[in-house]
């Protein structure tokens, strides 16, 4: 029973670490944009939270979305690099 135990909880901790690396590694085609997400809409953690879905305000500098490359700089206050 406790290799079992051991076997699943080494099975789980590989699959968060498989999906949190796919989660940095990006878009092909796309890039972040900061300081352009409505509350509730970014894509992706910060050091203030760690999920999507999780921005508390309009246009935090801190927040980002995935926009196709060459975009975000056509948008007003948005930026790839963030704060």
Do not use: R
């Not at 076997?7 to 690396?21: F, K, R, V, Y």
């Not at 879905?53 to 700089?73: I, L, M, R």
């Amino acid at each position: 029973m406790k290799n079992m135990k051991t076997l699943l909880s080494g099975m789980i901790a590989l699959g968060l670490m498989t999906g949190a690396t796919a989660a940095f590694a990006g878009k092909p085609g796309m890039e972040k944009c900061y300081g352009i997400v409505k509350a509730g809409m970014n894509d992706c953690g910060n050091s203030n939270h760690a999920c999507a879905g999780q921005a508390s305000k309009d246009k935090d500098a801190a927040e980002w979305v995935y926009v196709p490359e060459g975009t975000c700089k056509k948008i007003a206050g948005g930026k790839t690099k963030g704060k």
